[in-house]
């Protein structure tokens, strides 16, 4: 079915946090009106009246940005978290409550149901009953949404919370239940349909419906009881676009549930980090029992450009339809709608429409009377449309005097516009990407951003990001500054990307200047750490059965000493440790070696059958401690056997890459043969298909050009650091050897050429 | 962007080398070329008389450089083929299947146009080559010949200073485009990369693309727009897609994406994807049903072909007309609201500033950095490193964290960037720029309190690096022996100014002169250490000279003076022993290699017979089955083949050289002109032109030293 939603400006205001948007329930009129709060710390509540916004109310400022904004379960009041205090407010805009609570954490998220509060911070979940303290939970690892629902038959709510560690954990009160692993760290979770709570049909002990979203961009629905999770059904991950071949979607951000096509079943909406809002029809709603098995269609997508922070839908227009009203992270606040009249961005139609719909029964004889009517209709449109262009020409016009006056103000101050602070959000995230095995950063900014200079103490590979047209410039670096590079903005947008891909062993900081378009121009300065064993991601456990290298340390150290030399080391690490004796188990991204570490009070062991991984772990280690003056002994176990089957894993990679290289090289003689002879029929079969599948060589030849250098790379540390562990400081003879070796690869002679002798 | 037809050639298309031509005098064909020096020509409305026969092939066994049709020979009334290739120029009538002329051209085929010269009747085929620019009617005959300052990349014909006759617009190598009028240089632009492709708008408009990926539209030799892009383009064409009367630029990118923009605003209107990189755009009536339709190959082969839509007609009328306004009207409304965003956001953040100012700021005068910090920036030369050191400093404490530097010609990319450790409050940037040209530097400088501020001012500043930048003032130096000596009718403070202007470290005062009409000034350069005087005589009024052994740097002072002062025609005598040595073994060599080349030819000639024998010799062999001797038949064989291919080594080799020096002897040629304006600029290279067909070399020199040939 094909389906169009047109975009409705309702708002601007100043930056958003995620969850900061509620649509409130049907109230006296059919109409719905909003909620929103965003940095500045004011809440407001508005709705559209003939296409045109209308403040409902406004609350003072609350003193720090709004972090969250939700609904009391089944009751119309406006729950708000605003750094560590939490504001009720009724439906009138009163302040009926205030809690100030002693949380040291920001209230991210936030869950009201009748006397109860849960309150979900960076790591830490809080219960409050009737404004006291109820419990709280310590969880594992950083919590990306919250939400309640009944699972458990008990008094209170059971919690689900969608953590950062690729986990989806049940709580009953402080008590946890279920820990459901899933495809990729979970960053927003929702309900199928209405909460079981506000549903009256819904009984304790029945399947809650929920769905959850990925940072890999995986969107799973899923059927949860007391005893267990099933995954009914979900989105791929993977998207086709023309000329780009297929690609990634982008984390999802927030997830909603709503009849928008009017199908008579549930349509799922996806808000996600790079903009993209989709619908995607979940299954013709008379077969509403087993719909969640069908596959979801794609219905309609559009993308926003910068990241959508909340989503919602309802009647707010006044219409018939059920629309999505969303917020975006510079602040917009925007509506789709199936209306038609909408296509007007006056409102002026939606105006006309409202009118018609007050006016009943009179449209019936207007319609009758036909044509001439509506040509005056027209002409009224016409005219309504020039007043509220003028009017908002009138607006700019003021608004440029004004802004221009405030500058001069301004410059009077301070002649070169020095701000006093910027105003300007700007915030980023540095992610891995396992699958390409190269890091994301992320950049978002309030307003458009005009230029991105970077700059990095160690080498970093910057890969080219497919999807922007900002243009790459490095300069020279220096041994300082290895890495000098900027980008300038082409396209106007307030959102960017870099690819980069790091030498494992070096440890660095990468730093970006963002530059957004505003004045008083400001820069702001991001900073990320790049850690040695950066290409290593989480895994739940490790493989028993294969040969490790082993790396057993023992001395005076705490576990917290040993967490925190860790964390320079590797990502993904808790802040702190949760155990008195931690286990970690890692996963090298690009080669699947894997590490394991096991580390207590005075003892710590660490396997790993990549001795690259074991040897940067020890130096790391050994640096650290003698900055913290502790003597730390260390004994390091290097396995023979480890070499064969490291070698075994980077083998169908070196193999492949190999191949690749050779079949392109052939490709241009054996294309000039073709046209010289006309046929091909006598060449070997494997040039033919060489000839055949020329282009393809090209192109994934293209897409990876440097791999086969960074896999010989790769193989060639792996060797100087086996004999470095075994005291020889230099191997610099045999490398050349083996360069050589690795030049005209084969599995038996790189493996032989391993396991000689070196003297 | 919905194609109209699409099919596939089934044989790889060279980058560039498409044209389409009606060889018959109306039905078009696609004309390609392909791998191994062969002309690819599909001819699909041959295919009632000759099914097989759909793609045929021209074996030309050299590289191709370019492949243009035209009706070169007015009374044929039909196009014919001009195929150009390193060394030469072949003009073929496909119909009559035979030569019109095939010429060797010394100075190499790079790109071939075809249009109209002024002066010059009948239409010409104009080749651009290593630092020269040809044209040849249908015999052959040489009519048109001028040198330009590097290789030649690109040819076109735009009108483009709005006088009604198209003006040759030629790119070359060094990044320039210049719009020649006859032997006149109407103006040079700078670019920023070589220039790969210049196609006409129309009127006075013209596209170009650049090798970096640039593509952009001149107005009358002023820049409308340009966008750059990651990806090579490989191809630009113009045509009327949209059906609204003027014509968008279309790129063809090596990523296999086509785009076309609009030519006002330079908008992305549409695109579409190929699988491999697009080799052409061309546009042409190929179904021979009236109507032009735009035609992209890509390098595999494939073509697919678009019509202008039909919307844009219906654009017009008068029902979707209400729609058209309407839809106007609500881009304009989107647009009004988002400036009205905009606008918001910036007067908050000004009414928070002036609100934290006034409550906390006005004691201490501490914003992101101290409110009244400012930043000074100056130029000064480096002797030592032989660079332009860029001062930049900010008047407190303040430390600048980095630098972004953007800036044309100045550096590798387009910007650069530093990050001085540690951050101190005054930076020195090192640049050298590579060319002499005059740019202006947009300078952003992040400032800071300390090394840890997570926020930074930025200051943004625009500073211009005078053209002669890499010249430092001296008190004394030696006078170099070169120097190029003209009158100009103007007082020494006039003089004075423009040093002030083209220079940098000029005081402000002239110094007191010795002579109320006299001024010397010297200096040395930095990426050399060459010394370079410029004085103007008190005995003579007017008489200037510059003292220098590089004629080039000569030259191109002359040009800036004659542009400052607003000199059009300027005589000048020069005389510069140094480069004239040079010269004159620059021709001794040309005379060798072309002995060189003689005597190689001839032996190939001797081997290739050799060859034929020896094949014969074998066959014979065979057939008597004489095995023994029939090895030793081909061991000669593949010896003598070891031969060829050593002797076209070395003949490649010189030829190369070959090329080399009559590129030297054409900049020459352009050096000796640019001392000159006007009138004796062109007679300059007319002349040599002469001198060297005649090869009287004695002539030459005269030619460059006085601007007169010997009658003159």
Known sequence: MDIQLHRLDLLQCGALQPGTLEVLPVGKKKQQKIAVGDDTGILQVFYLKKGEVQYEWKSPPLGREISSVVMQMAKDKIFVGCGQSIHGFTRKGKEFVKIKTNLTETINHLFVEENMIWTGGEYILNIYDNCKDFGFVMIKDRINDLTCAPIYPGEILSTVVACQDKCLRVFQGEKAFHEFAVEGSATAIGFHGLNPVDNPTHHVGDPVQMIYGTEQGVVGLCSLDAKSMRRTGGLSDRQNRPGAGSSRRARVCCLHTADISKSGALDLLVGRDDGTLELWGLGDAALAAQRLDQAPTPLWETCLQESIRSLGSGHVTGGDFVEVVLATYGGKVLAFTPSSAAKDPTGTQMAQQEEKAEAGTSLMTRMVKGHKSSDLEQAEIKQERARRFQALEQEVARLKAETDKARKDYQNLSSEQIAMQTTTKVSHRFGLTSEEACYILTIESQAAIELIALRADVEVDLLDHSGTSAILSRSRGDPQNPLLAYYRMQEEGSRFQIRLRTVEGLSGTLSAFVVPATQPKTAHLISVSIKPLALHEKTPDVSPDIPMNELRLSGPFTVTDMHSWLAQCVNELPSRPTDDEMVICYRSTFVGTQLYGRYSKGTAIFRSDSITTISVLKDIISKEATGKKIQVSMNVDVKEETFAHFLELVHPKLNYQHALTQQVRMVEPLREVQLQEGETKFLHPELQSVLDQASDIQQQFELQPQKLAFLHNMVISAYRHKWRLRGYQSVDHRIKDLQKLLESYNLESVSAFFSESID | ?712
Not at chain 2, 511 to 538: D, K, Q, Y
């Open chain 2, 1 to 712: 962007m919905i194609p109209a037809f699409q099919f596939a050639l089934g044989h790889q298309v060279l980058q560039g080398l498409v044209t389409v031509g009606r060889y018959d005098g109306k039905r078009p064909c696609i004309s390609a070329g392909t791998t191994a020096g062969k002309v690819l020509i599909h001819c699909p409305h041959n295919r009632i008389e000759n099914p097989q026969n759909e793609v045929m092939f021209l074996n030309i066994n050299r590289k191709i450089t370019s492949v243009v049709t035209g009706m070169l020979h007015p009374a044929l009334q039909r196009d014919v083929l001009m195929v150009g290739t390193q060394t030469s120029l072949m003009v073929y009538d496909v119909e009559e299947n035979a030569d019109l002329f095939f010429k060797e051209v010394h100075d190499g085929v790079n790109v071939i146009a075809f249009g109209q010269l002024p002066g010059i009747e009948q239409p010409v085929c104009v080749v651009g080559g290593n630092c020269s620019v040809q044209a040849f009617d249908a015999e052959g005959g040489e009519l048109f010949w001028t040198v330009t300052g590097d290789n030649v990349s690109s040819l076109a014909f735009c009108d483009v200073d709005d006088d009604g006759h198209p003006e040759l617009l030629v790119g070359t190598e060094d990044f320039e485009i210049r719009a020649l009028k006859s032997e006149e240089v109407l103006k040079e632009i700078t670019e920023t990369d070589v220039v790969l492709r210049i196609e006409p708008l129309h009127k006075c408009r013209f596209a170009y693309a650049l090798m970096h990926g640039t593509v952009g539209v001149y107005d009358k030799l002023s820049r409308a727009w340009r966008v750059k892009s990651k990806n090579r383009v490989n191809c630009i064409d113009c045509f009327d897609l949209d059906n609204d009367g003027v014509p968008e630029l279309i790129a063809g990118w090596e990523n296999g994406k086509v785009e076309v923009r609009n030519e006002k605003s330079g908008e992305v209107i549409c695109k579409d994807y190929f699988q491999a990189p697009v080799a052409a755009l061309v546009h042409a009536d190929y179904r021979l049903d009236g109507r032009e339709t735009l035609m992209c190959l890509t390098s595999e082969g494939d073509v697919r072909g678009w019509l202008p839509s039909s919307s844009g007609a219906e654009h017009s009328g008068l029902r979707s007309g209400v729609a058209a306004v309407e839809a106007k009207e609500n881009d304009s409304w989107r647009e009004l609201t988002a400036q009205k965003a905009e606008l918001t956001q910036e007067l908050a953040s000004f009414k928070e500033q002036l609100k934290q100012y006034k409550s906390d700021g006005k004691e201490t005068g501490q914003g992101v950095i101290p409110t009244d910090t400012k930043l000074n920036a100056s130029l000064k030369a480096n002797k030592t490193h032989g660079t332009v050191e860029l001062h930049l400093m900010t008047s407190n404490y303040s430390v600048i964290r980095a630098v972004v530097i953007f800036a044309e010609h100045l550096f590798d990319g387009e910007a650069c960037m530093l990050h001085p450790l540690p951050p101190s409050n005054n930076v020195i940037v090192q640049i050298s720029p590579a060319k002499d040209v005059q740019t202006t530097m947009n300078i952003k400088a992040m400032t800071g309190v300390t090394l840890s501020s997570v926020q930074y001012h930025v200051f943004e500043l625009n500073y211009t690096m005078p053209k002669f930048a890499m010249y430092h003032q001296v008190d004394e130096t030696q006078a170099p022996s070169g120097a190029v000596t003209f009158v100009v009718q103007e007082r020494p403070n006039r003089i004075w100014s423009w040093i002030q202007r083209s220079f940098i470290s000029i005081p402000e005062q002239m110094p007191a002169a010795t002579g109320s009409n006299s001024l010397e000034v010297n200096f040395i350069s930095l990426r050399t250490g060459e010394p370079l005087c410029i004085t103007m005589s008190s005995q003579q009024a007017g008489l200037m000279t510059i003292r220098t052994d590089d004629m080039e740097t000569a030259g191109e002072m002359v040009q800036d003076l004659c542009g400052f002062l607003q000199v059009t025609e300027l005589e000048s005598s020069a005389n510069f022993p140094a480069e004239m040595e040079k010269f004159q073994q620059v021709l001794t060599r040309v005379d060798e290699y072309n002995a060189v080349r003689m005597k190689l030819t001839a032996e190939m000639a001797d081997s290739a017979n050799l060859v034929k024998a020896l094949i014969v010799k074998a066959e014979d062999y065979r057939m008597l089955s004489d095995m023994q001797h029939l090895k030793k038949a081909f061991s000669s064989l593949q010896q003598t083949n070891g031969d060829l291919i050593a002797e076209y080594n070395k003949r490649a080799n010189n030829h190369q050289q070959l090329l080399a020096q009559l590129k030297e002897v054409n900049m020459m040629i352009q050096k000796a002109a640019k001392l000159r304006m006007g009138h004796a600029k062109s007679r300059v290279v007319a002349a040599c032109r002469q001198a060297i067909k005649q090869n009287n070399i004695m002539g030459l020199f005269q030619i460059i030293r006085t601007g007169h040939d010997a009658s003159g």
